[in-house]
């Protein structure tokens, strides 16, 4: 099922075809679904002479850092949307969604240098940390409510690294920045540097059972926390060359302070000749609640994954390059390349900023941290001026007051700048309160020398200023105006904004007043002939 090009082609390497894969995707339970196949493992003879007498440890090798992967997702189910997140997290509508995905890549683990593993090591004793990809494949075809599109990585961002301080895993690229989409394309439900946390830390023989602990669960299966489990693994054949597990259950936890359970059920291959997790196959059927910035899904998925030992790097570099593996995370690498095609406009942003809505003429981007909402950013474009004529900031904050009106308490500073992508950029920085909760302001005018403007105005309770962490000046920094999509949409989005409007009483102020100002500034430009330079 991988792609033919790849050097890897050899009939070990062929990956095994599920005959219940169609009734599974039908199924409310995946775990139904597959209890007859691993019975059947469970069942398999395994000969005498081949079968140890004592218990032995399964242990990965501590010398092998070099692997080649491939894994092959299937799924289908279903996306659970709110009509306002902010106000409900109640599903207001379900999209049918099915995918197909591929991933091909070369993992190279990095360790400390003046770190020395024992051959006693588990995975769990000495997890790895830090890690470097290249991505040889990494596509999906999307089909959602009969809508289908194809995602892939570009060729700037297939050289990673992926760094496990902190779960999910966080992958950044080293050479671009990643969008959205292809962030989304790599978070994985299963890890293949935490598979090796689903062997047993002790020793075992056939017929063993055993609990993997919560830890070990969220990192196999890349998840932030697993709070509660009933998964049990079972060594259900052992030989010389290999043990053979199998593991089944439910487990309660979250991946990015969402809720999310999963049930599962798999079987695991290890090879005992060379210290490797070779062969991982499972189905989960995983729930997750609607959060603030992203659906819910109910969704059954099936995933294969190959493993196995390289003697040398094909698209990883061959000398390793010099890099801190103990350090912190470079921030200048957790930007995401976010875009508006109506608008037309592309900024660097923190990853906690998600692009919500994209229609003509408006976009809003929103900050969410452990699904909670931090800030709102409002786009508008606005008429273009004459070339070489420019808006005065004097002008811009007499607009900024007479937008806020009587909500406005204090002008805080304003300045103006030439952006390092040569854009004119005039900055308003107010404070308020709404229904007695302070709130602060950014609002900035962007333009170009032809004449081109738009605007975009955050908002955030003044408790939030810290964690709103100077996100003005990144968007000021890295904002470009590109083109712009000129095609007319359905009044769909008007609908929307009326039922946000008739929750409004329980919206949280600042994202109220930021959706005031929105419709509200488009009433209150200043566009006479003293406004301008």
């Not at 390497?13 to 209890?35: I, Q, V, Y």
């Not at 299937?74 to 995905?101: C, T, Y």
């Not at 992958?171 to 962030?183: G, I, V």
Request: charged residues 25%; aromatic residues 6%.
């Amino acid at each position: 099922m991988f792609s033919r090009k790849s050097s890897l082609n050899d009939s070990r390497l062929s990956l095994p075809k599920s005959t219940d894969r169609r009734r599974f995707l039908m199924a409310a339970s995946a775990t139904a679904m597959l209890g007859g196949l691993l019975l059947s493992d469970a069942t398999t003879g395994v000969a005498d002479a081949a079968r140890p007498t004592n218990g032995v440890r399964l242990i990965p090798n501590a010398e092998t850092d070099l692997f080649r992967v491939r894994i092959d997702l299937d799924v289908e189910g279903n996306v659970d949307l709110a009509a306002n997140p902010l106000v409900s997290r109640k599903s207001a509508s379900k999209l049918p969604i099915s995918s197909k995905a591929k991933f091909d890549y070369e993992e190279r683990y990095r360790r400390p240098e003046n770190r020395k593993r024992s051959v006693s090591d588990s995975a769990i004793s000495d997890p790895v940390t830090f890690a470097e990809r290249y991505y040889h494949e990494a596509s999906a075809d999307l089909n959602v409510s009969k809508l289908k599109q194809t995602r892939e990585l570009r060729d700037l961002v297939k050289t990673t690294t992926v760094r496990r301080e902190t779960l999910p895993e966080v992958l950044y690229a080293n050479e671009d920045y990643f969008s959205r989409d292809e962030l989304d394309l790599l978070h994985l439900p299963v890890s293949s540097i935490g598979v090796d946390h689903l062997l047993p830390t002790g020793e075992v023989s056939q017929g063993t059972k055993y609990r993997p602990t919560p830890e070990s669960l969220a990192s196999a299966f890349n998840m932030t926390s697993v709070d509660a489990s009933e998964i049990e693994a079972e060594v259900v054949s052992i030989t010389r060359d290999e043990a053979k597990i199998q593991f089944r259950g439910n487990a309660d936890g979250s991946v990015d302070g969402v809720p999310t359970i999963i049930r599962t059920v798999g079987k695991l291959t290890f090879d005992r000749r060379i210290g490797v997790c070779t062969w991982l196959a499972m189905a989960v059927h995983e729930t997750r609640d609607i959060g603030i910035a992203k659906p819910g899904f109910d969704v059954a998925a099936t995933i294969k994954m190959l493993r196995k030992p390289m003697a040398s790097p094909i698209g990883l570099e061959k000398k390793l390059p010099s890099v801190d593996v103990t350090g912190p995370i470079p921030a200048d690498r957790l930007y995401v390349d976010l875009h508006s095609d109506r608008i037309g406009f592309d900024t660097l942003m923190n990853r906690d900023w998600r692009m919500m809505s994209d229609v003509p003429g408006a976009a809003m981007m929103r900050m969410v941290r452990h699904d909670r909402s931090v800030a709102q950013c409002d786009f508008r474009s606005l008429p273009s001026l004459a070339p070489g004529k420019q808006w005065t900031l004097e002008a811009f904050t007499q607009d900024v007051k007479q937008t806020l009106g009587n909500q406005l308490t204090d002008l805080i500073d304003s300045d103006e700048r030439v952006s390092p992508l040569g854009l004119r950029v005039l900055r308003v920085t107010a404070a308020g309160s709404v229904q007695g909760v302070p709130i602060q302001w950014v609002l900035m005018h962007f333009s170009d020398d032809s004449g081109r403007r738009m605007q975009a105005t955050f908002t955030l309770e003044a408790d939030n200023v810290d964690a709103f962490a100077g996100s003005d000046l990144q968007l000021a920094s890295s904002l470009r105006l590109t083109g712009r999509k000129s095609e007319s949409v359905k009044d769909g989005s008007q609908q929307t904004d009326a039922e946000m409007a008739q929750s409004a009483e329980n919206t949280p102020a600042s994202t109220r007043i930021a959706d005031a100002i929105s419709k509200r500034a488009k009433k209150t430009e200043v566009q006479s002939a003293s406004d301008l330079k």
